[in-house]
């Protein structure tokens, strides 16, 4: 069955700084990969996402993440943070098997922004 | 702007009570999905609905049960609510087939007491 780790609960950066968030996923193929953001007390919102193609993908935000095949991983990244990122971040990996584009998501990563 | 409406952000139910929460989303998507999300134990999909009175359970179906009679609205459904209920649910949809990502409601927070 497919999985995702998100290694880091928490994570805290000073404003301008950048950010690194890690998500490690397990599944038997190429998987569809996503990124999401939760602000306090909202749903979730798609970031980016990934299947083929461009290891490199854009985003809303200001956020971009890498597919790294030999490490299985999809790394969210921005090189300078806002106070209003701070949020929850979700990493998922769709299903392949079905058409139902079932995701499996990981544990989230809580991001604080230091001023 | 394209929605997902979840009829209510906050309830507050009786253990035994039998609980309806409802989502309807206006971007005449084929799925949609409930998750519920708990802290330290992210999303878990409760069931899932790729189509019209189509329906397959997820991860964690027990004790929920759910209803789509129209393309645009997907009910879950507690038969009779318990206090291990209590969580934040979550109602996505998204198009017809795999990649595409999904749009998300607000959320409902339930508490059973």
């Known amino acids: 069955a497919q999985s995702v780790t998100q290694p880091d609960i928490h994570i805290t950066v000073s404003e301008g700084a950048s950010l690194e968030l890690r998500c490690n996923y397990s599944y038997g193929a190429t998987p569809y990969l996503f990124w999401y953001v939760q602000s306090p007390g909202q749903g979730l919102q798609l970031l980016l996402k990934y299947f083929s193609g461009d290891t490199l993908v854009q985003g809303i935000k200001g956020f971009e993440a890498e597919f790294k095949r030999s490490q299985s991983s999809f790394n969210l990244r921005k090189p300078s943070v806002h106070w209003s990122d701070a949020a929850e971040y979700f990493c998922?990996?769709?299903?392949?098997?079905?058409?139902?584009?079932?995701?499996?998501f990981g544990d989230g990563t809580t991001l604080t922004v230091k001023p | 702007d394209v929605k997902v409406t979840q009829s209510s952000r906050y309830l507050v139910k009786r253990t035994g009570e039998k609980v309806f929460l409802e989502c309807v989303q206006d971007m005449d998507h084929e799925n949609m999905f409930w998750y519920r999300q708990d802290p330290g134990l992210g999303l878990r999909l409760i069931y899932f609905s790729y189509d019209v009175k189509m329906k397959e359970k997820g991860d964690i179906p027990e004790g929920y049960s759910v209803s789509r009679e129209k393309k645009e609205r997907f009910s879950l459904i507690l038969e009779s609510a318990s206090t291990n209920q209590t969580s934040m649910y979550l109602c996505a949809s998204s198009r017809l087939g795999q990649g595409v990502g999904y749009t998300f409601g607000s959320g409902t927070r339930l508490t059973v007491v």
């Open positions: 998922a990996v769709g299903d392949l098997r079905t058409n139902a584009g079932k995701s499996t």
